[in-house]
Antibody, heavy 118, light 110 residues
Framework: EVQLVESGGGSVQPGRSLRLSCTAS????????MSWVRQAPGKGLEWVGF??????????EYAASVKGRFIISRDDSKSIAYLQMNSLKTDDTAVYYC?????????WGQGTLVTVSS | QSVLTQPPSVSGAPGQRVTISCTGS?????????VHWYQHLPGTAPKLLIY???NRPSGVPDRFSGSKSGTSASLAITGLQAEDEANYYC??????????FGGGTKLTVL
């Protein structure tokens, strides 16, 4: 059974950093691209970025709203994807989901809440 | 303002058919990129409903169907049930923005 479990969320002040983890199980992690998608309070889903699988060099792409501040990485030996969030802004307050990317986003985690507030 | 435009809300009575539209442009849906649809109940993980414009993942009832034409796509739900009340999102790809979502549509079952 495919499972994705996010962790690392919490409250943080503007300008600070936070790292989220997505621990995967039930599939060969390295074979898949992984995405991060967020949902701000009262808003819709927003794609944050993705990291390609090892066959495609593990390269990354980001939404304009986070490019230069957020970094996605992966440790295939541990089946974990990371989202390093730097220079956080109040607009980054959201539930952050990790997803497995195959024919769309076919599996989603339950999400972890990040609150950026002074 | 989302790159893909969806109606904010739709509604229907149990047993009825509803459709949700997703309008894009020549740089995303019209460029030939696939459209996927997700169902999201608040407080839960979003669920893939339709992938590759028209395909249902295993376990998704055939009451849900997707279509695509030109720069738009649609999700149709027939035999509406109370459990279908949720938010629905379309998602595609864009030449310069990579992954794009619609703004979401809240379905109310009357």
């Amino acid at each position: 059974e495919v499972q994705l479990v996010e962790s690392g969320g919490g409250s943080v002040q503007p300008g600070r950093s936070l790292r989220l983890s997505c621990t995967a199980s039930g599939f060969t992690f390295g074979d898949y691209a992984m995405s991060w998608v967020r949902q701000a309070p009262g808003k819709g889903l927003e794609w944050v970025g993705f990291i390609r699988g090892k066959a495609y060099g593990g390269t990354t792409e980001y939404a304009a709203s986070v490019k230069g501040r957020f970094i996605i990485s992966r440790d295939d030996s541990k089946s974990i994807a990371y989202l390093q969030m730097n220079s956080l802004k109040t607009d980054d307050t959201a539930v952050y989901y990790c997803t497995r990317d195959k024919r769309g986003r076919d599996y989603w985690g339950q999400g972890t809440l990040v609150t950026v507030s002074s | 303002q989302s790159v893909l435009t969806q109606p904010p809300s739709v509604s229907g009575a149990p047993g009825q058919r509803v459709t949700i539209s997703c309008t894009g442009s020549s740089s995303n849906i019209g460029a030939g990129y696939d459209v996927h649809w997700y169902q999201h109940l608040p407080g839960t993980a979003p669920k893939l409903l339709i992938y590759g414009n028209t395909n249902r993942p295993s376990g998704v009832p055939d009451r849900f169907s997707g279509s695509k034409s030109g720069t738009s796509a649609s999700l149709a739900i027939t035999g509406l049930q109370a459990e279908d009340e949720a938010n629905y999102y379309c998602q595609s790809y864009d030449n310069s923005l990579f992954v794009v979502f619609g703004g979401g549509t809240k379905l109310t079952v009357l």
